[in-house]
């Protein structure tokens, strides 16, 4: 079970996109969130639908739109994937690791 957080400015520097991608489960059995400068945030969010790969198991992701403003005075951007209450998996990302 893998995530994995992607970040690019677009639009001339405004919009912050965040991708987070998981792989390798069940989507029914977790749970996908995101945190704003170290709070939890739904405003600006989106959900893919699952993918069923060869192996039988499932990759998902969601979306997480800001402006760039916004994500610069947060000072970073993380993605939590949780198991059915066990400790979420976490990965996080700062502005200054961001592809323009």
Do not use: M
């Amino acid at each position: 079970r893998t995530i994995n957080l992607l970040s690019s400015l677009k639009d001339q520097l405004t919009i912050a996109t965040q991708v987070c991608l998981a792989s390798g489960g069940f989507p029914s059995a977790w749970s996908l969130g995101w945190k704003v400068g170290g709070r939890s945030s739904s405003s600006g969010v989106s959900h893919s639908l699952e993918v069923l790969g060869g192996d039988g198991h499932y990759s998902w992701s969601s979306t997480l739109s800001l402006s760039a403003d916004q994500w610069r005075k947060a000072g970073s951007v993380s993605c939590e994937a949780g198991l059915n209450g066990q400790s979420p998996v976490t990965q996080i990302l700062n502005p200054d690791h961001c592809s323009e």
